[in-house]
């Protein structure tokens, strides 16, 4: 049975530090990784998508890599900024198409 | 519309009581998926369509949860003599192709408070 686990579950930074928040699995028969970003009482904001052909993806101050022969994930946010402050989800998408939740890292980045 | 969108956002109900939840996918997309999220927890799968087929329905915790999607677009989730374990967000989301690798867009969830 896939499980994902997130680490740190919380983390708080200053203003303009670079970060690493961390996903693992456990069956690397994974198809794609996807990282989500979640704000209080909001839905999921879609961030980033690693197919599993794929090592990394980047999006402006975001980068996810991926290696599935190890089970991890990394999503590194450079600069961080208040605004940035949410909880982060990472989510594998297993065989028959559900995909599987870790339990998210809360980010509070302070001013 | 643009997104999956679902309503009620918010739904309040009395312990015993039937409710039924509502998702609208993006147009066109072969596939629907119900997810449960509960309080400081990642969503949990409940169940997925593909057109009006209900492929697995795994998640669902109990049979007092139902879910149908019977033209193949709207999809309710419906559960009948609600409890107060049954209280979190209820997250739909939804994917062009009926294979594992699309890509899932989710809609805003709706909140279910049982008392």
């Known amino acids: 049975k896939q499980e994902v686990t997130q680490i740190p579950a919380a983390l708080s930074v200053p203003e303009g530090e670079n970060l690493v928040l961390n996903c693992s699995f456990t069956?690397?028969?994974?198809?794609?990784l996807q990282w989500f970003r979640q704000d209080p009482g909001k839905g999921l904001t879609s961030l980033l998508l690693?197919?599993?052909?794929?090592r990394e993806q980047t999006s402006g101050r975001l980068n996810a890599s991926l290696d599935k022969s190890s089970g991890r994930s990394t999503l590194y946010i450079a600069a961080s900024q208040p605004g940035d402050s949410a909880t982060y989800l990472c989510?594998?998408?297993?065989?028959?198409?559900?995909?599987?939740f870790g339990q998210g890292t809360e980010l509070s980045v302070k001013p | 519309g643009a997104g999956v969108s679902q309503s009620p956002r918010y739904k309040v109900a009395k312990r015993g009581q039937d409710v039924a939840l509502r998702c609208d996918p993006i147009s066109g997309h072969v596939s629907l998926f119900w997810y449960q999220q509960a309080l400081g927890q990642g969503p949990e799968f409940l169940t997925y369509?593909?057109?009006?087929?209900?492929?697995?329905k795994s998640g669902l915790p109990s049979d007092r949860f139902f879910a149908e999607r019977p033209e193949g677009s709207v999809s309710t989730l419906k559960i009948q003599r609600t409890q107060q374990e049954d209280s979190a967000v209820y997250l739909c989301?939804?994917?062009?192709?009926?294979?594992?690798?699309?890509?899932?867009?989710f809609g805003p969830g709706t909140r279910l408070t049982v008392t």
């Open positions: 369509f593909q057109n009006e087929a209900q492929l697995d």
């Open positions: 989301a939804s994917s062009l192709g009926g294979v594992v690798s699309y890509e899932q867009y």
């Open positions: 690693i197919q599993s052909s794929q």
């Open positions: 069956d690397s028969a994974i198809y794609n």
């Open positions: 989510a594998v998408y297993n065989q028959g198409g559900k995909l599987i």
